[in-house]
């Protein structure tokens, strides 16, 4: 694994934990992600991986969810 980045994943649709939990899970099943964490209240996903925006935005996309945006991450609290 190269040095993963840590990114912010704006995620339109996450409305409860539920939500929350199954993004992190199918994020968290790819290769090359070594952490994912969702907040549903801000609807964004904490991201720790290698893999291209385009890998990440596909695996949210197909859990169900409409990516907005997705960012490097800049300090704790994004």
């Known amino acids: 694994m190269m040095n993963p980045m840590k990114k912010v994943i704006e995620?339109?649709?996450l409305c409860c934990k539920k939500c929350a939990e199954r993004a992190e899970k199918k994020l968290l099943l790819l290769d090359g992600?070594?952490?994912?964490?969702a907040n549903f209240k801000k609807g964004v996903i904490f991201v720790e991986s290698d893999l291209?925006?385009?890998?990440?935005?596909a695996c949210v996309e197909d859990a169900g969810f409409k990516?907005?945006?997705?960012?490097?991450?800049?300090?704790i609290f994004g």
């Not at 291209?52 to 935005?57: N, R, V």
């Not at 990516?67 to 300090?75: L, Q, S, Y």
């Open 11 to 13: 995620v339109e649709d």
């Open 33 to 37: 992600v070594s952490g994912a964490k």
């Open 52 to 57: 291209s925006d385009e890998e990440l935005s």
């Open 67 to 75: 990516v907005k945006e997705i960012r490097p991450r800049k300090g």
